[in-house]
Every structure is written in structure tokens, then in C-alpha cells.
């Protein structure tokens, strides 16, 4: 039987000598895998569709008597091009899907990861995208961090730190010696970043400029509560090094 969809190219593995395994994130939100027969061959047609992060439409012919589907034919919509020509914004994107595809959620999956996509090919605020997009994955996996006001006391006074332990914000009272102090604006972006949602990007990235760090502290919130082992955070974090160690 064969089947139609349209959907986003979240990883590709060689496989032989010609062939690749890709996976697929539908409209559905629905992950599958499919090997591609060819598709390494210099004339293949399905080549630039099999790419990672491209949007296409996919042509699968479905056996009942295997689990992994062949894909007969791969029609490209949106090749996010800006994406793979840059190294920064290529493993912010590979992070993205990585996330996606691991943290195994169906609902809004593929919505998020298209419009993130679509704001990252433009370049403006490549952390703002990736911050929000932590956000959103992070509260899609139930952590929603306090932002009301202090975690412990409940004051909105004096608010000073950023406590994952404490799930929080902290005043300056209630902070700990090993609790790092944050600057107003750095508080204000995470209480954004927190209350926003994806219809809000567009606003979002207009109303402050977003940093690697911004994304550390939504980062390590994840880490601590989702469960979830991400193998390209060491890449994004090596090259953000590499940045610094040059400025």
C-alpha cells in the first residue's frame, strides 16, 4: 500500500552503500522511519528531499510484513537551505530535532518544529529562537518553573536568582550561597520565556535579544526534570566555546 504525507526530514543515517535510513515528523506529529533506497547515488532523485530539515512531500510504500517502509519518491516544499549552509544554525536545528524525536510527544510537535525552523532560516535571533524553543518543549514535558515570585517566601521583591533545584525564582533572602545572581533583564527574558507560547515568536523575539546563556538556564531545567539524554547539546555547547575562546 502506498501512502502520502507531509512532513519534516528530522535525521538521516547512511546505510550500505547506497542507502539512507531518514525519519519522518508528520502534520500528524507522527515519527517513522523509512530507508531510502539509491538515495547516496549521484543521480538520485530523492537526494535533496532526504536531506535533514528539509519539508517535502513524502511517497512510502507501506509492507505489513516489514517494520521499516521504503520510500518510493521525495518531493521537496522547503529545503531550509540558510539553515545547512551555517554551522551555528545547522546544530541548532540538529539539537531541535534531536529533542523532538527523543522526547516522543505526538501533540503540537510538528507546528513547533516548522515555525521554528521558518524564524531560525531567517538568521535575526538564532538563540531567541532556540530559547523559546525550549520553553515550549520544556513545558510540553510538564516543567513549568515559578515565576510568579520567590519559590520559598512567595515575595515578588528583590527577586535575584534563578534556583532549578528550588524549581524558580529566588529572592535575594531566600537565595543560597551557591545560587547565582542574575541581572533584572536576564530575570525579565525568563519570566517571557515562560509564559510565552509559539503564536507569541514573533513578539517574543522583538522584545529582547537572546544569548546562549538565556538558553543554558531553560536548558538545565530540562536536563534536570524531562529525562531525556540529548547527544547534540555537547556539539552546541563545543561551538559556543569555540566562540567565546575567539572574542
Known sequence: ????????????????EHDAIIKLLD???????????????????????????????????????????????????????????DLYMQSIASYMCE????SDFE????PLLKTMLEHLSKKEQPFGVLCLFQAIVNRMHGIEPCVEGCVHCGTTKRIASISVQAGGFLCQ?????????????????FRLLVKAHLEHISLV???????????????????????????????????????????
Not at 504525507?5 to 538521516?12: P, Q, R, T, W
Not at 539509491?38 to 532523485?45: A, D, E, L, R
Not at 535533496?48 to 517502509?69: I, K, P
Open 205 to 247: 523575539l522583538e522584545s529582547a535579544c537572546f544569548d546562549f546563556d538565556d538558553f543554558l538556564i531553560q536548558y538545565c531545567f530540562f536536563a534536570e526534570y524531562a529525562g531525556v539524554s540529548v547527544k547534540s547539546i555537547r556539539f552546541l555547547k563545543h561551538l559556543y566555546a569555540l566562540h567565546i575562546d575567539k572574542t
Open 1 to 16: 500500500m502506498n501512502s502520502e504525507y507531509c512532513a519534516i526530514v528530522i535525521s538521516y543515517r547512511e546505510y550500505r
Open 27 to 85: 502534520e500528524n506529529g507522527t515519527i517513522s522511519s523509512l530507508i531510502a533506497r539509491g538515495v547516496q547515488k549521484i543521480n538520485s532523485k530523492n537526494a535533496a528531499g532526504c536531506q535533514q530539515f528539509t519539508y517535502g512531500r513524502y511517497f512510502v510504500n507501506e509492507r505489513q510484513s516489514t517494520v521499516l517502509h521504503s520510500l518510493c519518491s521525495a518531493e521537496c516544499l522547503r529545503t531550509y537551505r540558510d539553515i545547512r549552509e
Open 99 to 102: 529533542v523532538i524525536e527523543k
Open 107 to 110: 501533540e503540537n510537535a510538528f
Open 173 to 189: 533572602s531566600c537565595m543560597r550561597m551557591e545560587d547565582q545572581l542574575h541581572t533584572v533583564e536576564r530575570l525579565k527574558k
